[in-house]
């Protein structure tokens, strides 16, 4: 599943990334060719890195930095997208792409640095909230549920489509106005603190959808304020 990109992980093991990403990759490719099994590659919109076009399509090719903090985890996915069809090509193995956007929800971890994580576990401690940098950067916040329901009808599609597909919900938000969903969903008297933006911070994010709207007749269902009622719920009964 796609790797959190946040602060706390921009100190990326490239070991660990690489032989995930990239070794894994190839020792799944490798049994899918021996069992012909149809495989899934759970790529993520940091393909696209700090994009250029908005929204973003499965066309557009990306703005990756090659050489930043968090071009291990980007560019390691890339390779593992350019493995998945070479093998597809040379061995005829059954492949489909999916490019996760991000996701949240219930059973999420407490501390692994992602914003809808720790926004809702600092509110419901009353600790501050952390804006990294102005909050003006947009995320496209897909529910758990939804991204599985993609996934499902993605690995069910007929064997010629292999993607890549964008699974994401296309409703964009500011990382302000994702704070101060949260702060009024738990009625917390958190106060928001600024906090420098990590080098390479996408801008913004939006998928375009209507390839999976149109091969797999998919699009998401769940609304932030409603998906992160749920996650607030989970959060309250495990903190
Ligand atoms: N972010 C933030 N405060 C936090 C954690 C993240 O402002 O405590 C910002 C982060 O800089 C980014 C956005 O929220 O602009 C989403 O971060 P996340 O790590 O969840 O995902 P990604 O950067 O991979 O989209």
Excluded at 170 to 190: C, D, G, H, Q, Y
């Amino acid at each position: 599943m796609a790797c959190p990109a946040s602060p706390a992980h921009y100190q990326y093991n490239p070991i660990k990334t690489v032989k995930t990403n990239v070794m894994g990759s190839l020792n799944m490719l490798g049994l899918a060719k021996r069992t012909k099994a149809r495989i899934l590659q759970a790529s993520t919109s940091e393909v696209y890195g700090d994009p250029e076009v908005h929204p973003q399509g499965e066309g557009y090719r990306g703005n990756v930095n090659t050489i930043g903090v968090r071009s291990c985890y980007d560019e390691d996915k890339r390779v593992a997208e350019t493995l998945f069809f070479d093998y597809h090509r040379q061995h005829g193995v059954e492949i489909k792409i999916a490019r996760i956007f991000n996701t949240y929800g219930p059973r999420m971890s407490l501390n692994d640095g992602r914003v809808v994580s720790n926004f809702i576990v600092q509110a419901l401690k009353g600790e501050d909230i952390t804006i990294y940098g102005l909050g003006r950067q947009t995320r496209s916040f897909c529910f758990a549920d939804d991204l599985i329901d993609g996934l499902m009808k993605l690995m069910e599609s007929p064997a010629d489509f292999t993607g890549p597909v964008n699974i994401g919900n296309p409703n964009e938000f500011t990382i302000m106005e994702l704070a101060r969903k949260v702060i009024a969903l738990t009625s917390s008297r958190s106060k928001i603190v600024f906090k420098p933006l990590p080098q390479d911070d996408p801008a913004r994010r939006r998928p375009d959808i209507s390839l999976a709207e149109k091969a797999l007749g998919w699009k998401p269902s769940t609304h932030l304020d409603e998906g992160l009622k749920k996650t607030i719920e989970y959060f309250e009964a495990i903190l």
